[in-house]
C-alpha cells in the first residue's frame, strides 16, 4: 500500500510528529532527496541536525529500522541512530541521526586523485566485509529469516514473484518484451549456475556511491545510510550496487574481490541480481532509472556472452 510522500503534507507532518515524539521544535526543514523507498528531509532542532525519512510502501520502516539497529548493534560502521519511528494508515517516518559529508555520487569526487579513491575504497570495503562478518542461522527477512538455502530463497522471493509481475506488465505494454526475454534467459542459466554460499550474512542492500558519505575535501568515509536489503543473505547479492552509476570509478568492486574472492561465475550471478532488482522497481512503486536499468542489462548481456549462451 502506498503512502503519504508528498513535500506539502510532510512538511506539516514531519514537525509535528518530532514534537510528539522528541519533545523539540523544528527550527528549519529541507527536503535532500530521494530514492526508490522514500523522501528525506534534514530538520533543524534546538540541539542537532536530523534525518526524517518518509516511506513509500507500508512495512519499508519497519525493515529499515531492523537493519540500521542489526548494523549498529553487531559492527562500528557508522550508520545513522534511530531517535524515532512511527506509522499508521497514512504515513511511515523514520527519524535518525545526520551523518555529516555528501555522497559520493557528487561528480566532484570523480575528480580526486587515484590514490585517493583507492584509499577511499578500502574504508568502504573495510566497513562493508565487516557488515558481511555478520552471520544468520537462516537466509530471509531480518525479521523472520526462514530459508535454510539460499537459491531456494531467491527463486522463491525473487525470480517467480518478479518475472511473473514482469510479465503481465509486458502483456499490457508498460515493459520492454526485449527486456523480459533478457531477464528470462538470464534466471534459466541463474538456476543452472547458482551455487549455495557459506552461510547466511547480514547485507547492506543498497551499497551505491549514493548511498555513502564521504568528507568532500578529503575523500574519508563518513558512513553509510539508507540500506535497502533486510534480509540475510548471499554476500554476493549485496556487490552489483558497487558498480551501479560510477561506482567503478571508485574501484569498489575490484577491492571487494580482492579482499574476499568470489565464487565461479559470480560476475553472471551478479549481473543478474543487478537486472532483476532494477526491472523490479517497477513493481514495487519504487523510482525507476531508465539509464540505470538499461546499464544493467548491458553488463547482463555482457555476462551471457561470456558464457558462450
Same mark, same amino acid.
Request: aromatic share 12%.
Given at each position: 500500500?502506498?503512502?503519504?510522500?508528498?513535500?506539502?503534507?510532510?512538511?506539516?507532518?514531519?514537525?509535528?510528529?518530532?514534537?510528539?515524539?522528541?519533545?523539540?521544535?523544528?527550527?528549519?526543514?529541507?527536503?535532500?532527496?530521494?530514492?526508490?523507498?522514500?523522501?528525506?528531509?534534514?530538520?533543524?532542532?534546538?540541539?542537532?541536525?536530523?534525518?526524517?525519512?518518509?516511506?513509500?510502501?507500508?512495512?519499508?520502516?519497519?525493515?529499515?529500522?531492523? *537493519?540500521?539497529?542489526?548494523?549498529?548493534?553487531?559492527?562500528?560502521?557508522?550508520?545513522?541512530?534511530?531517535?524515532?519511528?512511527?506509522?499508521?494508515?497514512?504515513?511511515?517516518?523514520?527519524?535518525?541521526?545526520?551523518?555529516?559529508?555528501?555522497?559520493?555520487?557528487?561528480?566532484?569526487?570523480?575528480?580526486?586523485?587515484?590514490?585517493?579513491?583507492?584509499?577511499?575504497?578500502?574504508?568502504?570495503?573495510?566497513?562493508?566485509?565487516?557488515?558481511?562478518?555478520?552471520?544468520?542461522?537462516?537466509?530471509?527477512?531480518?525479521?523472520?529469516?526462514?530459508?535454510?538455502?539460499?537459491?531456494?530463497?531467491? =527463486?522463491?522471493?525473487?525470480?517467480?514473484?518478479?518475472?511473473?509481475?514482469?510479465?503481465?506488465?509486458?502483456?499490457?505494454?508498460?515493459?520492454?518484451?526485449?527486456?523480459?526475454?533478457?531477464?528470462?534467459?538470464?534466471?534459466?542459466?541463474?538456476?543452472?549456475?547458482?551455487?549455495?554460499?557459506? $552461510?547466511?550474512?547480514?547485507?547492506?542492500?543498497?551499497?551505491?556511491?549514493?548511498?555513502?558519505?564521504?568528507?568532500?575535501?578529503?575523500?574519508?568515509?563518513?558512513?553509510?545510510?539508507?540500506?535497502?536489503?533486510?534480509?540475510?543473505?548471499?554476500?554476493?547479492?549485496?556487490?552489483? *550496487?558497487?558498480?551501479?552509476?560510477?561506482?567503478?570509478?571508485?574501484?569498489?568492486? =575490484?577491492?571487494?574481490?580482492?579482499?574476499?574472492?568470489?565464487? =565461479?561465475?559470480?560476475?553472471?550471478?551478479?549481473?543478474?541480481?543487478?537486472?532483476?532488482?532494477?526491472?523490479?522497481?517497477?513493481?514495487?512503486?519504487?523510482?525507476?532509472?531508465?539509464?540505470?536499468?538499461?546499464? $544493467?542489462?548491458?553488463?547482463?548481456?555482457?555476462?551471457?556472452?561470456?558464457?558462450?549462451?
Amino acid at each position: 500500500m502506498s503512502l503519504i510522500i508528498d513535500n506539502k503534507t510532510l512538511f506539516t507532518l514531519i514537525p509535528e510528529k518530532i514534537k510528539e515524539y522528541m519533545n523539540l521544535d523544528t527550527l528549519s526543514i529541507k527536503f535532500i532527496g530521494g530514492g526508490s523507498n522514500g523522501k528525506a528531509f534534514r530538520c533543524t532542532l534546538p540541539d542537532k541536525s536530523i534525518v526524517v525519512k518518509a516511506f513509500r510502501i507500508e512495512g519499508m520502516m519497519e525493515k529499515e529500522s531492523a *537493519q540500521l539497529r542489526a548494523i549498529k548493534e553487531n559492527t562500528s560502521v557508522a550508520v545513522p541512530e534511530i531517535y524515532f519511528s512511527c506509522s499508521d494508515s497514512r504515513v511511515a517516518l523514520l527519524g535518525m541521526g545526520f551523518i555529516e559529508g555528501t555522497n559520493v555520487l557528487s561528480p566532484s569526487y570523480l575528480f580526486k586523485s587515484k590514490a585517493k579513491k583507492k584509499a577511499f575504497a578500502e574504508e568502504v570495503i573495510g566497513n562493508l566485509l565487516e557488515i558481511h562478518s555478520v552471520k544468520g542461522e537462516k537466509y530471509g527477512s531480518l525479521l523472520n529469516p526462514t530459508y535454510d538455502s539460499w537459491t531456494e530463497y531467491y =527463486e522463491k522471493e525473487h525470480i517467480i514473484p518478479k518475472m511473473q509481475g514482469l510479465k503481465d506488465l509486458c502483456s499490457k505494454g508498460k515493459y520492454s518484451k526485449k527486456s523480459y526475454a533478457l531477464l528470462e534467459k538470464a534466471a534459466e542459466i541463474y538456476k543452472e549456475k547458482a551455487l549455495e554460499p557459506d $552461510c547466511p550474512v547480514l547485507i547492506h542492500g543498497d551499497i551505491n556511491i549514493m548511498n555513502i558519505m564521504a568528507d568532500p575535501k578529503t575523500m574519508k568515509l563518513r558512513g553509510f545510510i539508507d540500506p535497502a536489503g533486510y534480509i540475510y543473505a548471499d554476500r554476493e547479492y549485496d556487490l552489483f *550496487q558497487l558498480l551501479n552509476m560510477w561506482g567503478n570509478s571508485f574501484y569498489l568492486f =575490484e577491492t571487494y574481490k580482492k579482499h574476499y574472492p568470489l565464487s =565461479e561465475n559470480a560476475d553472471f550471478r551478479i549481473a543478474f541480481y543487478g537486472a532483476l532488482n532494477e526491472a523490479s522497481c517497477r513493481l514495487t512503486g519504487g523510482l525507476i532509472m531508465p539509464l540505470w536499468e538499461f546499464l $544493467c542489462n548491458r553488463r547482463l548481456k555482457k555476462e551471457l556472452t561470456k558464457l558462450n549462451r
